[in-house]
């Protein structure tokens, strides 16, 4: 989640999603890091390497969506 301006907001554990990535691999059941009741899809950071992470998106019907690549 971010505020306007990009930046990111801290959420506690409790306060987040706890949907779980469906697709089988190295990314399954990794938590959506997006709030508790939120609309839209699930979104949770996943590091594909040291200072390379993207974001695994999936539908709340468990479609898993295209990643989305970001550049720590």
């Known amino acids: 989640m971010t ?40 979104r949770a950071l996943a590091e594909i390497w040291p200072g390379k992470r993207r974001f695994v998106v999936w539908t709340v019907d468990g479609v898993v969506l295209p990643s989305v690549e970001v550049q720590r």
């Open 3 to 42: 505020a306007p301006g990009g930046d990111f907001l801290a959420l506690s554990d409790d306060a987040l999603c706890s949907d779980s990535y469906p697709q089988l691999g190295p990314d399954f059941g990794l938590l959506c890091n997006e709030p508790l009741e939120h609309s839209g899809d699930h």
